[in-house]
């Protein structure tokens, strides 16, 4: 049955459909990261670690049929439900079983795929990125992967992308146009996996519906994460820095005050009528091209149009990531 006419707007924060994280970007022991997989893998996945668990017969062999759970999974289910949280809550299940299934009755279609082949509800779109997004993440593993020098930041490019376009992105993002090779690495990531992809997104949207496309690029945003800071790597506009801007969360400068007014002109003008405008405020554009994003920015000249392919490098993001990258 098809669901239609349950919302007549959608706003797209915290990564595009069509996010992904290069294998070995953060730590070597992750692969690619992708936010939606087949539901056939997330059976699989349930039934080996009910396994490994003690819920499940030798070999994971726990069966799964259409309509009522059989006796074999109903059982290993209520086996789970008697575990403490703790056994649970591990950080490989919850990294495993924290992607979003595809494949079934609620998500026929892999979300990326859809937006391409124009498979989506018709109504306006609103969506965006901050400008530094992958600084929170990769801040957070630093210490234990460190990039301490040129040659470990090469390293970490070869370590995630094949030969050719480990040499590209070096070429794009040369370690030493940078503060310190970290923010180099955080800076391509943010492009790579988030700003990029969103833009694919728009485009692939802005055919079929009235798109609205931003960047988020307050530098001096507040921390509002609680996430200790990290001495080398300034958080920046890094990942969700830009909600205290719409919900008022914790105290800001009167010149990001005046930008949170905006945003939440914007916002809420885009909830009501599917058009953002915002009293007192720049025209914000229909989405037409990547020329036409919105930079999101304190002071004067903070809020205007930029192209956000051409300082995004997405030129080389399109041609080589992740059609060339690593497999993960």
Sequence with gaps: MRRTGRFHRAVVQSGSCSTTMPPRSLLPTLGTYEPFTPERRTVGDGAAAAVRLGCGPPGGAVETGAGEAGAGEAGAVDCLRRLDARSLATPELMRRFSLVSYGNASLPTEP????REGRFHRVPVMQGTTRDEMRGFLGQTLAAFPVADGAAYRARLEQSFDAGTA????AEYPAAAYPNPSVALATLLSDASFTCPSLRDADALARHVPTYGYLFADGDAPNATGLPEVPGLPYAASHG????????SVPLATPQRELADRMAGYWTAFARTGIPAAAGAPAWPRYRSPASVLNLAPGAGGIRTVDARAAHHCALWDARWPAAGGSG
């Design 112 to 115: 990326r795929r859809a937006l």
């Design 167 to 170: 040499r590209a992105v070096e």
């Design 241 to 248: 820095f830009e909600l205290p801007y719409l919900f008022t």
